[in-house]
Structures are given as C-alpha cells and as structure tokens.
C-alpha cells in the first residue's frame, strides 16, 4: 500500500489487490464492493489493465471484467 500527498492537499491511498474468486468480480462481490465504498464521502476509483471504474458504481466495475487472478 502506498500512501501519497496530492497538490490537492489531500491524501491518495493505493493498494494492489489480485481478484482471487474463480468467476471473477460478478455482481455479487461487485455490489459488495459498491454498498462498503458508498459509505465514505471519498472517491473510490478501481483500475483494472488501464481502465478506470467508479467504485461506486455497479455497471463501471462489472464492465471492468476482471476474471480470477486480475489485479
């Protein structure tokens, strides 16, 4: 994890994660994720081969189609 000072003044924290469910993030996991992210007021954003998703949105990360072993 790394945690970074933006000139925003505000804070950027990153983390690699491998998805390690054998169908992948399917709706299921996915709604998971979006219910735990739209508790924060921060934005959450997943990047997945260079395409960004709103980790607030349902649609952006299954769009991401991240089988098992993406990271």
């Known amino acids: ?3 970074i000072f933006s000139k925003k003044g505000t804070y950027v924290v990153q983390q690699e994660v491998e998805i390690t469910n054998k169908i992948g993030l399917h709706v299921r996991p996915a709604s998971m994720l979006v219910e735990t ?3 924060f007021k921060s934005d959450i ?3 997945k081969d260079g395409q960004e998703a709103n980790g607030k949105s ?13 990271k």
């Open 58 to 70: 349902i649609m952006s990360l299954l769009l991401l189609s991240a089988p098992q072993g993406s």
């Open 37 to 39: 992210a739209s508790k």
């Open 1 to 3: 994890m790394s945690i």
């Open 45 to 47: 954003w997943i990047e």
